[in-house]
């Protein structure tokens, strides 16, 4: 080799010039130097980039302690109640003690049942008497008149005829002295119940708000400007036929031009609006003018109406059959005695009679002078997103507006992130291609991480439903946190920890790293966000506030150069997340408390862990997407995520203990549906064929074997789906079309005979052919007033006409026909026809079968003495709701 060859070498001097020094080295040095010259605060809480492991359980203590100490305050906050001593100083007010009176006077009378003398007389005449009392203390300015209507009428109703006959309605118009104004609101409430409850939530309490309401308007030296009417409705439950006979056939009903319904799915606490409109925007506005104590949502209003409730008002009745546009509120809290024995009148806050009392005053006179009402479809301008913020104010804006907003605030965290993105690679010297694949590389790691975390929920939910353990959390509702919350958290969390272990040497600080995986987690809700607004999902919202706090976080770090910190970017990432955060937490504490008692009655075809475990990853995602990645910055972060998964084998292990079981007695109770029930079936010649007595029981949850061993003969028990296989709707005295919809779940436990009533009977009054292939019969129904009608075409025949309503047959519904009928204070037959057309013309076969079911649905006189010994062998933690009834089946 040639000596004189030059040979080039590089020599590198050290500095503690971090920007001189070599890029390989570049960020070791840097750490080094911020180690060094860490102040004393830092050295409290960060050791080597990473905080403190021991500062963890203070960190998720944080999140813990401001939902215990803010959010659920928020959430059951009442007003302080009014009482009768504070009338005189406050005579305009409504008077909560007022309220609590008139529901005691309703609820002594017992269940309130269509066609019981409760409901149809006694109702009535508590009604009438607070009325009168109302009268005699009028104003000088308003005048009231009053009308009981009687009604008979049919409509369609979840794929059923739903006919009616001489129900009753008390309807009270309180009018300015001298009006002669025919725009009116209408105010609406329920005074009928369930048969076996006193029905003081469901809706004696807003029955009671109604009556105190009139009251003080009654009184009041402020005139209205146009008229209301209050409609006291008598049969709500049978379903809604009261409410359609009123916007149908009611004098006052033409008139009617806003609505305020008023029901409840609970005992008390806060009446929640969960349906505006639709298509009204003048009435939210009018609301957020209004309202004393706000409770509203867009996502309770968009899960009600697609079906995710398993419950119906009378709000679409006076929205379907009248186009009468309104807002539907309702008490939600307490949702475990609601429809049972325990919705009782002591139970009920009295806080929440004046919390509805002070709302519903205020709307109804904002609503009743608002400009709108004088032709509302001069303002049906599309639909609306509101939400209340912790009960303190309403945010409402158009849904054009909300879908601008998404929009907007959507593209603005893409852009802030991408920003944040592009100064990462300035300022840590790698370049702007290698951090855009680290960053595509980070996307891929937080789906991966959200679909395990979604999947662990799943698994355990499934798992727990084939150990015969659901609902273990019904009573003891802190078990969700750590059977579903906590392993979705862990699977979010894990996904990422394994990344950035195995990448430990990468010379990326692992600040940089988490503030990496944040910025992609904004991005993916972000556009979710876009997703969901291109679907016309206003509750898109709430993704939308999620990334808007977030950006504005990021911003602020971005602008005070933070972000280039390893640690310190946390505290204003902390500071502005905790107002998304207490919203979240408080909205989904509100839905958690709503539906986990709904649970006791979805019926024991569906899992109630899945849909749990489902919403859990939802509400988690809002609550901890932007926290549990904070995680990774605490030193033993592994140790840390993986006590997640501890806390919930923890949580399975007491679900198993007594104190994972769901029931107890009065507060938390299992629900059945319990008939004494006689079936008979006949043949071509009308010879009974087979006839058979016991128990047919429905059962209302996902856990109908916690009573197998407790309850006489349910051992016994067998499944009614072979029953559905040989007979027309499986051959049962199936009440509604819930139990239609789940009727192959019923069980039917052989029993003696039951004392029944006069047994529902068809009488042909005549029977004509009126073509070769055609045939009419005229015919009369008798019975009890809770009845039903299947009518099953034979042998090639079909039903040309009726005198039913004709939608069944105009539609093409497929056979068998369902026909509900009740009747409340006139018992006479019910007259109809049929007519049926055969192509062949052969009518020496049986043409028509005609199931007859009866329901004894308020007669516990008839509950046989091995009927009571059979009801009182269910554990006390359970509600059973009895009544005798009846099959028959006759072919014609």
């Given at each position: ?11 590198i001097?050290?500095?503690t010039?971090?920007?001189n ?7 070791p ?11 004393c605060?830092e ?7 990473k ?9 998720i ?21 009014l009482?009768?001593?504070d009338?005189a ?16 006077r309703l ?5 309130r ?10 109702s ?10 109302v ?8 005048e ?23 129900i009753?309605?008390y309807?009270?118009?309180i009018?300015?002295k ?5 725009t009116?609101?209408l ?5 009928d119940?369930v048969?076996?409850?006193p ?5 004696g309490?807003?029955v ?12 009041s030296k402020y005139?209205?400007?146009?008229p ?32 305020i ?23 939210m ?6 309202i004393k104590?706000?409770y509203?949502s ?5 899960m ?14 006076f929205?379907?059959?009248g ?5 539907d509120?309702a ?18 806050p009295?806080?929440?009679?004046q ?13 009743s ?16 997103v509101?939400?209340?913020?912790m009960?303190?104010?309403?945010v ?7 879908i601008?907003?998404?929009v ?21 010297g ?7 694949k ?20 799943i698994?355990?939910?499934v ?5 015969h ?7 003891h ?7 579903y919350?906590?392993?979705?958290f ?7 920890a394994?990344y ?35 679907c ?22 971005l602008a ?9 970017w ?5 500071v502005?997340?905790v107002?998304?955060?207490l919203?979240f937490a ?15 009655r ?5 899992n109630?862990?899945?849909i ?8 988690g995602m809002l ?9 990774h ?7 840390i995520?993986c ?9 399975i292990?007491?679900a ?15 629900r059945?549906?319990?008939l ?15 006839s058979?007595t016991?128990?047919f029981?429905?059962?209302?949850d ?7 061993n407790k ?6 028990a067998?499944?009614v ?12 005295p199936l009440y509604?079309?819930?139990w ?18 006069t ?7 005549s029977?004509k ?9 005229e ?5 009890p007033?809770?009845?039903g009608i299947?009518?099953?075409?034979l ?6 006409g ?7 047959l105009?539609?093409?519904?497929q ?16 007259k109809f026809?049929?007519?049926?057309e055969k192509p ?7 043409t ?6 009866g329901?004894?649905i308020h ?6 003495e ?5 009801l009182s062998?269910?554990?006390?933690y359970v509600?059973a709701?009895p009544w005798?009834?009846?099959?028959d089946t006759?072919?014609?």
């Amino acid at each position: 080799m040639s000596s004189d060859k030059k040979v080039r070498r590089r020599v590198i001097t050290p500095t503690t010039d971090a920007s001189n020094a070599d890029p390989l080295l570049r960020q070791p040095q840097l750490h080094l130097y911020e180690d060094e010259q860490a102040n004393c605060c830092e050295r409290v809480f960060v050791s080597r980039e990473k905080i403190k492991w021991y500062w963890a359980p203070a960190f998720i203590g944080f999140w813990l302690l401001i939902y215990s100490a803010i959010s659920i305050p928020a959430s059951n906050h009442l007003p302080r109640p009014l009482s009768i001593k504070d009338e005189a100083k406050y005579p305009e007010r409504f008077i909560a003690e007022r309220a609590e009176l008139n529901l005691q006077r309703l609820v002594a009378l017992g269940p309130r049942v269509v066609g019981s003398r409760e409901n149809e007389m006694g109702s009535i005449q508590v009604i009438t008497s607070t009325m009168q009392k109302v009268r005699a203390e009028l104003g000088a300015v308003h005048e009231i008149e009053m009308d009981v209507q009687v009604a008979s009428g049919s409509y369609i109703h979840w794929s059923a005829v739903n006919m009616y006959q001489s129900i009753q309605n008390y309807v009270v118009k309180i009018s300015p002295k001298g009006s002669n104004s025919s725009t009116y609101l209408l105010v609406n409430s329920h005074f009928d119940t369930v048969p076996a409850g006193p029905g003081a939530g469901d809706d004696g309490s807003m029955v009671a708000v109604m009556m105190e309401t009139l009251r003080v308007l009654a009184k009041s030296k402020y005139a209205l400007k146009h008229p209301v009417v209050f409609l006291f409705n008598g049969a709500e439950e049978n379903p809604l036929q009261a409410s359609h006979a009123f916007i149908t056939q009611h004098k006052w009903a033409k008139n009617c031009k806003a609505l305020i319904n008023l029901d409840s799915a609970g005992n008390g606490g806060r009446e929640i609006l969960f349906q505006s409109g639709p298509n009204h925007p003048w009435l939210m506005k009018s609301y957020r003018r209004a309202i004393k104590h706000p409770y509203a949502s867009t996502i309770a209003e968009e899960m009600f109406q697609h079906n995710f409730i398993p419950s119906d008002t009378d709000f679409r009745i006076f929205r379907d059959h009248g186009a009468v546009p309104g807002l539907d509120m309702a008490y939600q809290y307490n949702g475990y005695v609601y429809h049972t024995r325990y919705d009782r009148a002591e139970i009920f806050p009295r806080g929440s009679f004046q919390n509805t009392g002070d709302n519903l005053l205020a709307l109804i006179r904002e609503i009743s002078s608002a400009p709108e009402l004088e032709d509302t479809s001069k303002h049906a301008e599309g639909h609306t997103v509101y939400y209340d913020v912790m009960g303190w104010f309403l945010v409402f804006y158009t849904e054009t507006e909300g879908i601008i907003l998404n929009v907007v605030v959507s593209i603005g965290a893409i852009v802030v992130c991408g920003l944040a993105i592009k100064l990462m690679a300035t300022n840590s010297g790698i370049k702007l291609q290698k951090i855009l694949k680290r960053t595509l590389h980070t996307f891929i790691l937080l789906i991966l991480g959200v679909v395990a975390g979604a999947t662990l929920p799943i698994i355990i939910a499934v798992f727990m439903d084939i150990t015969h353990m659901p609902l273990s959390w019904f009573t003891h509702n802190w078990l969700m946190l750590g059977l579903y919350f906590c392993p979705f958290f862990f699977g979010v969390a894990i996904v990422p920890a394994l990344y950035f272990h195995y990448t430990a040497t990468d010379r990326f600080p692992i600040g940089q790293r988490v503030q990496l995986l944040m910025h992609c987690h904004c991005l993916f809700l972000a556009l979710l966000t876009l997703v969901l607004t291109i679907c016309s999902i206003r509750s898109a919202f709430v993704l939308m506030l999620t990334c808007m706090f977030y950006t504005v976080g990021l911003v602020f770090n971005l602008a005070t150069n933070l972000h280039t910190r390893n640690v310190v970017w946390i505290i204003p990432h902390i500071v502005c997340y905790v107002p998304p955060f207490l919203f979240f937490a408080y909205f989904s504490h509100s839905f958690l408390v709503t539906f986990i008692p709904m649970f006791g009655r979805f019926g024991d075809k569906v899992n109630p862990d899945l849909i749990l475990a489902v919403f859990s990853v939802a509400v988690g995602m809002l609550t901890g997407g932007f926290i549990v990645p904070m995680l990774h910055m605490f030193r033993k972060s592994k140790t840390i995520i993986c006590a997640l998964l501890g806390v919930t084998l923890v949580c399975i292990i007491i679900a198993v203990t007594p104190l994972g079981f769901p029931y107890r007695p009065e507060t938390s109770v299992q629900r059945f549906a319990v008939l004494h029930a006689k079936r008979t079936f006949h043949d071509a010649n009308n010879n009974v064929r087979r006839s058979e007595t016991g128990y047919f029981i429905m059962p209302q949850d996902r856990r109908t074997y916690s009573v197998k061993n407790k309850v006489i003969n349910m051992t016994l028990a067998r499944s009614v789906k072979e029953e559905c296989l040989k007979e027309t709707l499986c051959g049962f005295p199936l009440y509604n079309m819930r139990w239609h919809n789940t009727r192959e779940r019923g069980l039917w436990i052989p029993a003696s005979e039951p004392v029944l009533g006069t047994l529902p009977a068809v009488k042909v009054v005549s029977k004509k052919q009126l073509t070769p292939n055609k045939i009419r019969f005229e015919m009369e129904l008798s019975g009890p007033d809770h009845m039903g009608i299947f009518v099953q075409p034979l042998n090639g025949a079909r039903v040309v006409g009726w005198s039913f309503h004709q939608a069944p047959l105009r539609l093409n519904y497929q056979p068998p026909y369902y026909i509900y009928f009740s009747y409340g204070v006139n018992g006479d037959p019910l007259k109809f026809w049929l007519e049926l057309e055969k192509p062949s013309g052969d009518w020496n076969t049986p043409t028509l079968e005609l199931g007859l079911h009866g329901h004894w649905i308020h007669h516990k006189e008839l509950h046989t003495e091995d009927f009571k010994k059979f009801l009182s062998s269910f554990p006390s933690y359970v509600d059973a709701t009895p009544w005798p009834a009846s099959y028959d089946t006759w072919l014609y």
